[in-house]
């Protein structure tokens, strides 16, 4: 059974940085994608970043530049970097995962099978 917790969440100002970590298990897709979605308060979720297994990664225009997903295959962990953090990043964040077709690329985040349970960051001026 595929688990996913992540971890790193809490609250920093704006322009500061954070580190969030997904600890999965129970992964047996021999190709498969992971990400971070982010879920604001009365407005759609919005896919972060995903990586898939070959190392491939895609980010949404509003963290190009800021954000970087990575993956450490042989501990399961799941990472996104934030830098230059904006009160406009504050949300629940969630990683996600789920397989993929050899052919295909991920799809965004928010669209991968399994979900965590989010870990919120607060960003204030």
């Known amino acids: 059974q595929v688990q996913l917790v992540e971890s790193g969440g809490g609250s920093v100002q704006a322009g500061g940085s954070l580190r969030l970590s997904c600890a999965a298990s129970?992964?047996?897709?021999?190709?498969?994608?992971m990400g971070w979605f982010r879920q604001i308060p009365r407005k759609e979720r919005e896919g972060v970043a995903t990586?898939?297994?070959?190392?491939?990664?895609s980010y949404a225009d509003s963290v190009k530049g800021r954000f970087t997903v990575s993956r450490d295959n042989a501990k399961n962990i799941l990472y996104l970097q934030m830098n230059n953090l904006s009160p406009e990043d504050t949300a629940m964040y969630y990683c996600?995962?789920?397989?993929?077709?050899?052919?295909?690329?991920?799809?965004?985040?928010?669209?991968?099978?399994?979900w965590g349970q989010g870990t919120q960051v607060t960003v204030s001026s």
């Open positions: 990586i898939d297994d070959d190392g491939r990664t």
């Open positions: 996600t995962a789920g397989p993929r077709a050899w052919w295909n690329a991920c799809p965004t985040a928010e669209k991968l099978n399994y």
């Open positions: 129970g992964i047996t897709y021999s190709r498969y994608c």
